[in-house]
């Protein structure tokens, strides 16, 4: 399958001449698509790697706490909630700030820890991508930008958080939340039913 | 708000504009904002009988802030917004309009906003405009507002990596003032914005050759957008396009 798949593309590389292929990431149907390698240091400056989570359901969640984006399921304890409850059922979630220093968002790791503690935040780590390496690996384009990734390492689901797409906290009792569906059916062993959608959200301060 | 008329008459339909200044390299968005952000919309409450319709939104520009690209506005924008004068509105009564408008600024950074919108009409007996150049502001932005022009066709074909867009225009347009044309795609994630876009020619018929982002799929069988034709010296063609998508 994954021969097929660049046989296709090398074939439509050929056809479009003169574009060039975006980030591997955004080439590949998730569920065929192996994560990239991704090493990223913690608050306690321990660098956690996506590989060694094998066997896990791995959330990963780009943040900026200055994104009104990410306020919206801050504020309303949306972001903290869905935390507790897919740590509390096994999965390992990664909150993930790719904010380059002197970016917005940007801060140390001991001015992250005093934010975590504020927020409630309980997801299984925060991860601080200053050279933003992990979020160019995964196309990461917004906060927030949502990835699951299956006990296999594969790509489950990516996109938005949920389908309304505002900045206003009212909204999320209303809306369909993508992450928790695809967690849900990861968990329950079934198949992801929208398994990516674009995301939403301010750009990645890169 | 623009509010151009010094009384509307029963039964009329007009245009109002809900007009916004943004302060220099602020921008706001398009129905697609693009790679982020988030278009303007409004909540209006409007007294019984008078219809609203939402925002209209003018063909937007592309603005390039690598590694990423937005559709939206900057400067002096005008959005227009229909309004249905009821039939039974009595002349010499006043209908007032209001509504919360939600909307994003972005430079590097966002900042949301929350404005309230209210205007006041005044029913008439015949319409009649008390304010030329508010007027002109937003038939401005109507012309800009992309529609369905009848002699021009669409359709389209999507497989794992490309979209093509084919387009039939009429006959005094050609392939040089295509090339110069842009597309702006209305699903979010389905294009590749960073890839240029590139015709191919094909007789009467014009290929635009989209790459898709493989982000998200397209939603539905219509891939639907706004194409900018600009002219020499002539005002620009705005189209909406709707173009099925071929099996």
Known sequence: MKMKIHMTMAVAALVLGGWTLGAIADDHPPGEYKGPELSVPDLSGAIQTLQHQAGKIVVLEWTNYDCPFVKKHYSAGNMQELQKRYTGKGVVWWTICSSAEGKQGYYTAEKWKEMVEESGAASTATLLDVSGEAGRALSAKTTPHMFVIDRDGSIAYRGAIDNIRSTDPDDIEGAENFVAAALDALLQGEKVKVSKTAPYGCSVKY | ?247
């Open chain 2, 1 to 247: 708000m623009l509010m151009p008329y010094g009384a509307v008459a029963p039964g009329a339909t007009i245009h109002l504009g809900v007009r916004v200044h943004l302060a220099d390299h602020w921008h706001t968005y398009w129905i697609n904002p693009g790679d982020s952000g988030m278009p303007p919309r409004v909540a209006w409450r409007t007294p019984p009988g008078l219809a609203v319709g939402g925002l209209q939104f003018p063909v937007p520009r592309r603005i390039d802030t690598p590694p990423f690209v937005t559709f939206g506005y900057e400067g002096d924008i005008v959005f227009p917004v229909e309004v249905q004068v009821p039939e039974g509105a009595q002349p010499g009564s006043e209908l007032t309009l209001s509504g919360t408008m939600r909307w994003l600024i972005c430079k590097d950074i966002c900042i949301p906003r929350k404005t309230e919108l209210t205007c006041t009409l005044r029913v008439g007996t015949e319409t009649l405009v008390a304010h030329a150049q508010q007027q002109a502001r937003i038939e401005e932005a109507l012309a800009l507002v992309p529609r369905e022009h009848a002699e021009w066709s669409f359709s389209a074909s999507v497989d794992a990596v490309a979209a093509q867009l084919r387009v039939r225009p009429p006959a005094d347009v050609d392939a040089a003032v295509l090339e110069k044309s842009m597309f702006f795609p209305e699903a979010r994630g389905f294009i590749d914005y960073q890839s240029k876009p590139q015709w191919r020619h094909d007789g009467t018929d014009h290929l635009l050759m989209l790459k898709r982002s493989g982000e998200a799929d397209l939603g539905g069988p219509v891939l639907r957008g706004a194409l900018l034709v600009r002219q020499d010296e002539r005002a620009p063609i705005v189209l909406s396009v709707a173009a099925d998508v071929n099996k």
